[in-house]
């Protein structure tokens, strides 16, 4: 009976251990974000479909410490949890003086990702439509035609040199966009 007890704790000490979420997974940068973010030309979700280049971004960033270009897709599970935690983490992203933007990637209905987002309660940042693959083809996180492995973030500074991209938002999660 004892072994048996001791076997359970042993198991659930372990089990616990293996559960614990990993810190963020930083990732090489692609050559061609070396020293800054390419141009590029995209659009806002909202009413009217705004232009959004790497001019508005620049102005964005001017403002900030760091800006946080989120990717995500409606369909990716992880993201929808990362998006959330960024939501909650609000006061400290200001805080920090840390701007995010969220990126659609792939997906056109507009409606669609304005619900996701509003659901996940980040109709605060800036949200922008990817249909084209603009900015991961462009930015060279991937090759033309391929898909992107989602969530992906890249935090750039006032003068939009990429510091990072992140792979995986782990157990630090928003926190690694100020330290």
């Keep these: 009976m004892n072994r048996i007890l001791l076997g359970a704790l042993i198991c659930f000490a372990l089990c616990g251990a293996a559960t614990a979420a990993p810190p963020s997974l930083k990732m090489d ?18 009413e009217n479909n705004p232009p959004f280049t790497r001019g508005h971004l620049a102005q964005m960033a001017a403002k900030s410490d760091r800006v946080a270009m989120v990717y995500f897709a409606t369909w990716c599970i992880p993201c929808r949890v990362g998006v959330k935690k960024l939501a909650e983490n609000g006061a400290e992203l200001k805080k920090h003086n840390v701007q995010v933007v969220l990126v659609n990637i792939g997906e056109r209905d507009e409606e669609m990702i304005r619900k996701w987002v509003e659901k996940a ?5 800036t949200v922008v439509g990817d ?49």
């Design 29 to 46: 940068l692609p050559q061609t974000l070396s020293d800054s973010l390419p141009w590029f030309a995209i659009r806002e979700v909202k």
């Design 131 to 179: 249909p084209f693959k603009r900015t991961t083809e462009g930015f060279g996180l991937v090759n033309e035609g391929q898909e992107i492995s989602l969530p992906r973030t890249i935090v750039v500074d006032k003068n939009l040199k990429p510091l990072f991209m992140l792979g995986q938002e782990g157990s630090d999660w928003p926190e690694v966009l100020w330290k």
């Design 121 to 125: 309660g980040a109709s605060d940042f």
